[in-house]
């Protein structure tokens, strides 16, 4: 078989380094590939105006698969203050390049699996009947990914004709007064086609990996119109999955759920800000962002990266010190959408022996505050901790 393209977007801070080294283990388990770099982040939106260039999407373009580091995102006024100075004043906007990616490429489907690796010092652990349990913890959330809160439409200082648009609806009445340079808007937009897109790949997704249930996690008792959508297009969609049970909860309440008995859940489904927070929740059950790995998926182009950011602050270290796993894990999501699953399972179990021999540590799963002291503690450098997955393999 022909070596497959592969678009690498390191980005800022860790995932410079952090891309690498999943590279690497790629390479141990057999996986041949045409790496080619791709511009995104935070140098390019400082020098060029734009930390998404054309010249990496078209690569995108022509490649249809990419893995993506991290990348730094800051407030509007702090970015502007760190473009170039020849930029300033010419009209250049900052905007989330992965953000821009998935919308771009209509990414709408974000897969995240957070799941338990044996004897993880991080994992949830709960009293009950008076012993302390580590219950195993399986949970894949399928994000709507490209609308919702995250879909851009936006505005502080509203346009005339938007805020008249606006107090047509009677709910607008109690903020009449307020002056529109005092406002800022955003939008939540949801389509019924996303919808039945997003939760029919969960239903599939259940189906094909033996999931009980899927859960809608929503707040249709406030979000009446938005959330209301997505749960009705559930309740039509689960018709079609008998064997699949649905489960319905509301944001709020499942937060406080997934702290008593997140080992109940398999499946969950839910819109574009609802699913990064919840997500996120269910990583620090289950390691931390450290373990926090995605998929970006869309007809015909798919992205794969870690959820944790690019934590300037370990960038300079050296030796460096974070964890590499969810950057591995991401790139085993890659694996299994490439039809590759015998080589992304076998990193997993790799990396599932390593932590459960528990000779090999990072720093954040020695529960260490981060900084250069760690390895003189014990904890493992990243390429160590690398070094042991691929001798695993």
């Known amino acids: 078989m022909d070596q497959r393209n592969i678009v690498i977007m390191p980005g800022d801070g860790i995932g410079r380094t952090l891309l690498p080294e999943a590279l690497r283990v790629l ?181 094909r990996c033996g999931y009980k249930s899927v859960t809608v996690c929503e707040k249709p008792n406030i979000l009446r119109e938005t959330s209301g959508m997505m749960r009705e297009e559930a309740v039509r969609i689960a018709r079609d999955f008998p064997e699949v049970q649905l489960w319905e909860t509301n944001i709020d309440a499942q937060m406080m759920w997934l702290n008593k008995n997140p080992e109940d859940y398999g499946v969950i489904v839910t819109s574009n800000m609802f699913g990064d927070i919840i997500s996120d929740a269910f990583s620090g059950l289950v390691g931390g962002l450290g373990f926090a790995n995605s998929a970006n998926i869309g007809d015909d182009c798919a992205i794969f990266e870690p959820t944790h950011g690019s934590a300037p602050k370990y960038e300079q270290l050296n030796p460096s010190i974070v964890n590499p796993v969810a950057m591995i894990l991401s790139a085993c999501l890659m694996l299994d959408y490439l039809g590759e699953d015998e080589k992304a399972d076998r990193i997993r179990d790799a990396i599932a022996a390593v932590i459960s021999d528990g000779k090999v540590r990072t720093f954040d799963m020695l529960r260490m505050v981060g900084g250069p002291g760690v390895l003189s503690q014990g904890a493992a450098s990243t390429r160590e901790m690398t070094d042991a997955i691929i001798k695993r393999l």
Request: positive net charge; proline residues 7%.
């Open 27 to 207: 390479d141990a388990a057999g996986f041949a590939a045409n790496y080619i770099q791709g511009d995104i982040g935070w140098e390019y939106w400082r020098n060029e105006g734009n930390p998404l260039p054309q010249r990496t999407l078209d690569l995108l373009e022509r490649h249809k698969i990419g893995l993506f580091g991290s990348i730094t995102s800051k407030p509007k006024d702090q970015a502007d203050l760190e473009l170039n100075p020849e930029l300033k004043n010419k009209g250049f906007v900052y905007y989330s390049p992965i953000v821009g990616l998935r919308q771009h490429f209509n990414l709408d489907i974000c897969i995240r699996p957070c799941r338990t690796f044996k004897a993880n010092p991080l994992n949830f652990v709960k009293r009950v009947d008076g012993r302390m349990i580590e219950p195993e913890i399986n949970v894949v959330v399928f994000r709507q990914n490209t609308e919702g809160l995250y879909s851009g439409v936006e505005w502080t200082n509203p346009p005339g004709r938007i805020r008249s648009a606006l107090e047509t609806h009677p709910r607008m009445a109690v903020f009449k007064s307020t002056p529109s340079e005092d406002m800022a808007i955003s939008c939540r937009i949801i389509t019924r086609h996303s919808c039945r897109r997003i939760i029919t790949d969960a239903f599939l997704y259940a189906r």
